[in-house]
């Protein structure tokens, strides 16, 4: 894996900014290398926890003479706009441009920098804050290798990368992975509910359902065969994972359901984009 790209400006200390922070601090980035503009005081703090990394409330009192190898955009999409106008000058001066702004497009970063500006747009997911995420990323036609290769590092820090070239298929990434911790959530939910009306205590019920989830998940990140495999080695033939997968697998189950709310959240990032 190549080296991490120094020095890095993030731009937004919130969650996934610090998420970030750490595993790039992990990785070993040296804290001076680390520069951060974050206007929550109780925030900067935070992340001063992390390291000895150089800390800003806004991007106009950055010095003049930083130049960032690595420009990183890690603010709210609704703010994204203002954020741009207020970076414009830094990244002028940065070797490229990540975002990991939801829903913000190659374009939105090409009309404020200039197409010539290297720019790569990712889509994490919240796993990223305990090292587990999957991001996806695309870059426009002015990266270059060591750009690309940069902002790969940048993100293995927090979980596995792949790219994309067609920019379109955000939208299903977003749809599959960006929103699928979601989905997980929701089938911990449904199973401790199930197993409440079966009769078990509520906390049980839950205990059960959270353990059995994040164990499979487990299994699953460990194992090389595909979760088919994984499937079918716990499914006995005439047994009680038969008969549930019976129902899950019917016309009207869960693949079904799984293709129609994927669908409509890649509808929705087409609406947002």
């Known amino acids: 894996m190549a080296a991490l790209p120094r020095p890095v400006l993030l ?48 991007v106009g009192e950055l010095p003049a003479e930083l130049r960032p190898a690595a420009l990183v955009l890690a603010v709210k999409p609704q703010v994204m706009d203002t954020v741009l106008a207020e970076t414009a000058e830094v990244a002028a001066r940065s070797g490229f441009v990540l975002s990991i702004a939801a829903g913000k497009e190659i374009a939105t970063f090409e009309r404020a920098f200039g197409a010539a500006r290297p720019i790569v747009r990712a889509m994490p997911n919240t796993p990223a804050a305990v090292g587990r995420g999957m991001t996806v990323l695309c870059a426009n036609a002015a990266c270059g290798a060591e750009a690309r290769a940069g902002a790969e590092a940048l993100m293995a820090a927090v979980g596995d990368v792949a790219w994309i070239e067609d920019e379109e298929l955000m939208h299903a990434v977003t749809a599959v992975s960006g929103s699928g911790p979601a989905y997980v959530f929701l089938l911990v939910e449904a199973m401790a509910a199930a197993g409440a009306r079966l009769g078990l205590p509520p906390a049980l019920a839950e205990r059960l359902a959270r353990r059995t989830v994040s164990g499979a998940g487990e299994l699953l990140h460990r194992s090389e065969q595909p979760a088919s495999e994984l499937r079918r ?41």
């Open 233 to 273: 080695a716990v499914t006995s033939p005439g047994g009680t994972t038969e008969a549930a997968l019976r129902v899950l697998m019917n016309e009207d189950g869960c693949e079904r359901l799984m293709s129609e709310a994927v669908a409509a959240a890649a509808r929705r990032s087409r609406e947002l984009a």
């Open 11 to 58: 731009v937004g200390g919130g969650k996934m900014g610090g998420a970030l922070l750490e595993g790039w601090l992990a990785r070993g980035l040296p804290a001076a290398d680390a520069h951060v503009v974050e206007p929550d005081a109780g925030r900067r703090a935070a992340l001063a926890a992390l390291g000895p990394v150089r800390s800003w409330a806004s």
